[in-house]
């Protein structure tokens, strides 16, 4: 074969193969793009924004490293997990999507957390939560959320308020010690 041949899968053809975008009539794209190649407008990307969101401590209370994926229903990370779940509840960590938050055994973080989106329709990978997550003053409100908590109990999942979390997780200092 000579240097201006090529091979695709539909034969052999002569020339160059045009691999910055394909012909269609009456289309000229101002910048070239390679055959699936994505332009993007100007700016920073936004994500998950008018959603509610919440931060929380949680504590790893267990001995081995925990990581909690970007779309897994927060309510139900491990059992170690120490964090107040009832504010989880519906809710998803506030990072790009297929990526993780890792926190080795008795590492404590602040994350944030935001809503899912949709119909809120949980299915728990801990066979907490099945069902519907809204706000319980939706017309369509289903209420698993209150078997989600009996089941978190029964199962011995860690729970914490977020004011006792405060309290707990406070590390004395100088400024916050009474002499």
Known sequence: MANDT????????????????PKTPGFEP?????????????????YNTDRRTVSLKVRNTGDRPIQIGSHFHFFEVNRFMEFDREAAFGMHLNIPATTAIRFEPGEEKEVELVEFAGKH?????????NGYAGYEDSPSYYPCKMK???KMQEYGF????EEEAEAEFTTPTPSNTKK
């Open 30 to 46: 101002s910048t070239p793009v390679p055959v699936g190649g994505v332009i993007l407008a100007e700016g920073n990307i936004e």
């Open 121 to 129: 329709r949980i299915i728990g990978f801990n066979d907490l939560t």
């Open 148 to 150: 989600a908590f009996r």
């Open 6 to 21: 090529y091979t695709t899968p539909n034969g052999v053809f002569q020339g160059q193969p045009d691999i910055a975008y």
């Open 158 to 161: 860690k729970n914490i308020s």
